[in-house]
């Protein structure tokens, strides 16, 4: 599996963007990228995957550069509500997602 | 829908009691499912994943076990509980690649 790094903390105020990079330098090429937030004593939940370029949807974006080396997950005009924990994940069908500590964000008024 | 069942909510647990915690999903069959645990504070840690009915491959060695007794149910158990295996217990289903879908989890204190 492939290990990832991303950043302990991030503080935001509502309605700025907030983006969070993750770094996996040894990802495989059937690795895809997985981010999940997760709630306090809530099961983690699914935000959006991606194996190259941009994805977008309804919740967030999520940029990957060529070498696909790290990954940046976007949260556009945050609120109170999006203050959660945030995992980035990077696997293939081996049945196993390993989960780092993740980045805890806080979104302040 | 695709929903994720976890019992009990909650448990207090004394040290060296047994355990049975148990996971139910609706709407798939044959589903890969999962049993996670997450230490106060920390991330995810993967114990035990099945494929299917009566398989198991477990990830971390310990004195907990998991069973597949049908396509849809996961059992997490233990003979006797440690302090360490406080936790909030979760079970997932899916592919590796594929969205994991998330139970409400269990939460555990042993005391």
């Known amino acids: 599996l492939a290990k990832t790094t991303q950043p302990i903390s991030m503080d935001s105020y509502e309605g700025q963007e907030v983006n969070i990079t993750c770094s996996h330098n040894?990802?495989?090429?059937?690795?895809?990228i997985t981010w999940y937030q997760q709630f306090p004593s809530q099961g983690p939940r699914f935000i959006i995957q991606?194996?190259?370029t941009k994805v977008t949807n309804e919740v967030a974006s999520l940029f990957i550069p060529a070498d696909r080396k790290s990954s940046t997950l976007s949260l556009p005009r945050v609120s109170l509500s999006d203050t959660a924990v945030y995992y980035c994940l990077v696997g293939s069908n081996d049945y196993k997602l390993s989960f780092g500590a993740g980045t805890t964000v806080t979104v302040r008024a | 829908s695709q929903t994720i069942h976890q019992w009990p909510a909650t448990l207090v647990q004394p040290v060296g009691s047994p355990l049975s915690l148990e996971c139910t999903v609706e709407g798939t069959s044959n589903p890969n499912l999962y049993w996670y645990r997450q230490a106060a504070g920390r991330g995810l840690q993967l114990l035990f994943y099945s494929v299917g009915i009566g398989q198991i491959s477990s990830e971390v060695p310990q004195n907990l076990s998991a069973s597949r007794p049908q396509d849809r149910q996961f059992i997490l158990s233990s003979k006797k509980l440690l302090l360490s295996d406080s936790g909030f217990y979760l079970c997932a289903r899916g592919w590796g690649t594929d969205t994991q879908y998330f139970g409400p989890g269990t939460r555990l204190t042993v005391l």
């Open positions: 991606g194996y190259k």
């Open positions: 040894n990802i495989a090429t059937n690795d895809y």
